[in-house]
T-cell receptor
Framework: DSGVTQTPKHLITATGQRVTLRCSPRSGDLSVYWYQQSLDQGLQFLIQYYNGEERAKGNILERFSAQQFPDLHSELNLSSLELGDSALYFC?????????????FGPGTRLTVL | AQSVTQPDIHITVSEGASLELRCNYSYGATPYLFWYVQSPGQGLQLLLKYFSGDTLVQGIKGFEAEFKRSQSSFNLRKPSVHWSDAAEYFCAVWYNQGGKLIFGQGTELSVKP
């Protein structure tokens, strides 16, 4: 158990809908990272937040957005969902903001878009 | 373009045999290099990482990796594989230029008794 929690575990929705994925980092970790893992695209880094502010951006679509709240939990919002958005979405956390810091991964949220 | 290549999609080794998983990355200033393992239905776990210094890096679970700048490679090794090592392994590279973390396609490791 990494100490990172993600809810929900599974999510099934329809095209065009909007969903919110939630991540609670390990106690004391200030950075949160979001990743997408799909059969087509493999593993992709989406976005990083540190202490409430966006720090790095990867291959995140404009239909997707994220934020980190004062209690340090983070939410990833996916809107206008398409079939291709079906994937496993991971959240990770680390103590600091540098990429040299070890990231601890949550178990993921599996999103299925029908 | 920045890219990470794991040439082997699937590898099968016998328990007790040695293992080497290959990872090559496109040229850039010395990047940060990582190896992660993903067991079925699980998130990723960091095995080891390299930023600078000694090019031979020791990680958890008996794994090590060697950074070879001349070959743009960061291969993962283990002298004796255990059945519990069966999993998918990802190499990842952080490029300071552009602030991008890029993953390889992954190598699935099967261990036969």
């Amino acid at each position: 158990d990494s100490g990172v929690t993600q809810t929900p575990k599974h999510l099934i929705t329809a095209t065009g809908q909007r969903v919110t994925l939630r991540c609670s980092p390990r106690s004391g970790d200030l950075s949160v990272y979001w990743y997408q893992q799909s059969l087509d695209q493999g593993l992709q880094f989406l976005i990083q937040y540190y202490n409430g502010e966006e720090r790095a951006k990867g291959n995140i679509l404009e239909r997707f957005s994220a934020q980190q709240f004062p209690d340090l939990h983070s939410e990833l919002n996916l809107s206008s969902l398409e079939l291709g958005d079906s994937a496993l979405y991971f959240c990770a956390s680390s103590v600091e903001t540098g990429w040299s810091d070890t990231q601890y991964f949550g178990p993921g949220t599996r999103l299925t878009v029908l | 373009a920045q890219s990470v290549t794991q040439p082997d999609i699937h590898i099968t080794v016998s328990e007790g045999a040695s293992l080497e998983l290959r990872c090559n990355y496109s040229y850039g200033a010395t990047p940060y290099l990582f190896w992660y393992v993903q067991s079925p239905g699980q998130g990723l776990q960091l095995l080891l990482k390299y930023f600078s210094g000694d090019t031979l890096v020791q990680g958890i679970k008996g794994f090590e990796a060697e950074f070879k700048r001349s070959q743009s490679s960061f291969n993962l090794r283990k002298p004796s594989v255990h059945w519990s090592d069966a999993a998918e392994y990802f190499c990842a590279v952080w490029y300071n230029q552009g602030g991008k973390l890029i993953f390889g396609q992954g190598t699935e490791l099967s261990v036969k008794p």
